[in-house]
């Protein structure tokens, strides 16, 4: 094993494993809430993505604290590294305020969604209570995304495990009342995730509070001071583009799944969702692995060292795809067991089962081109090049994937395995477009830290 693969690696298997920690979450609610119905499944699965959905903008900006960390990491400037810190809490914060000031508005949102009115109800119960715990999740992020900047990547895997065991115990408790607690079902699950969520946040919070930076005692580092200004707008300037790269993209795939694929039917909708929590399984570890490449990649750039980078990104590229290229070929080789995990009964296992293989296969095709766009994306949004990123995620997505899908459904005739075709042509038209940006090395010339620019003092 080389050394830069074994670096890449170490950094990397607390990012998958925390990121495996989090899709396990979504998997089991779906498991478990499943034996309620498809009506519990589908507003449980859509109202998780949804609920991601309203957080994903500020999850999107306080990620770009770890391209912060780790370039000034790579300068050696750990003070500076520390205030980033703090801002990516601050902002934490007033996500949570704006959460919980939304809730009022959850049920109108959800009316105009083309879901039976008992979806309706339920999703609404679940998207309000979840919102509860957004300003936790962003926190976390903030705080995993910094440590791992700094190349601590455990604190991360930490909070999100705790989540995880926390989640699934109170899910036995909540959804099926066990233990004398009352039977809340759909609620019940939400309740759970938010519970976990904040006593995820707790563990971190803790340990950030103590003081502890990798290989630094923080009353030993200089330069922390007080809170600067144009740090915190310039963290907003890198960062909203990558907040709204998420925040766009993935309202396009809500769009897809609330008002595209949900005119399918209830079932092709709980389909295409079981399918998504199995396909997490394979993305986040995938995910990880880019997270951690783009560790590397900033500390270069941070250390003077652009020339490296292209070898960092090949080899994140090459063991993300191999790992996904090898879970595609489970989902090829056993898909009617893992679709039967979500099957109320036998007659919707063998429903679900026979249409979840189709959609199942179609997803390990577009599992292989995102390796290559997760490397590259992350990679370059290391480097902060975060607005050319956003324009082409959005304008591929909104111009391209959505339009195809509504003419494939409408226009054609088409169904489930039809429009879940339509994410293959996006993801290969991203690949190809992000592939492009990164050999041409604009990435190079953006100054992220402003080492090159007069500092405050």
Known sequence: MTAGLRQLLI??????????????IGFAD??????????????????????????????????????????????RDLGGARRFAWYGLILAGLTQVLAIAAIPLIGLAVAQLNYTPAVQVLLTSYVSIRLLGVGAAVATE?????????????LSLLANVTAMITNIGLNWLLIYGHLGLP????????????????????????????????????????????LRWPEFTRMLRFGLPNGLNWFLEFSAFLVFINLIFADLGT??????????????????????????GAILVGQAIGAGEPDRVPGIVKRTILVAASWQG???????????????IFAQDELSASELARLGAVLLAISAAWQLFDAAVMAISEALRAAGDTAW??????????????????????????????????????FVALALAVAWRFRSGAWRRIDLTGTHEPRPL
């Open 183 to 226: 039977a809340l079902g759909v609620e019940g699950a939400a309740i759970a995730s938010v519970i976990a969520t904040w006593l995820g946040l707790l563990v971190v919070v803790l340990v950030f509070a103590r003081g502890y930076m990798p290989g630094a005692v923080v009353s030993a580092v200089p330069g922390l001071g007080r």
């Open 142 to 154: 903030a705080l995993g995304n910094w440590y791992g900047g700094l190349g601590d990547t455990r």
């Open 389 to 426: 990123v956003l324009w082409a995620r959005v304008g591929l997505a909104w111009a391209v994937w959505l339009p195809l899908s509504l003419w494939v459904i409408h226009g054609t005739g088409g169904g489930p395995p039809e429009a879940t075709a339509c994410m293959v042509v996006y």
């Open 326 to 340: 090898l879970v595609g070929l489970c989902y090829l080789l056993f898909p009617v067991p893992l679709m039967a």
């Open 11 to 24: 950094l990397a298997w607390p990012i998958v494993l925390a990121r495996s920690a989090q899709a396990a």
């Open 267 to 292: 079932l092709a909708v709980a389909a295409l969702m079981a399918v998504f929590q199995v396909n997490s399984i394979s993305f986040m570890p995938a995910f990880g692995l880019s997270s951690a």
């Open 30 to 75: 779906a498991a478990m809430i499943a034996h309620l119905g498809e009506d519990a499944l589908a507003a449980t699965t859509t109202g998780a993505l949804n609920s991601f959905g309203l957080m994903i903008l500020p999850m999107g900006i306080v990620f770009i604290i770890q391209s912060f960390a780790a370039q000034l990491a790579g300068q």
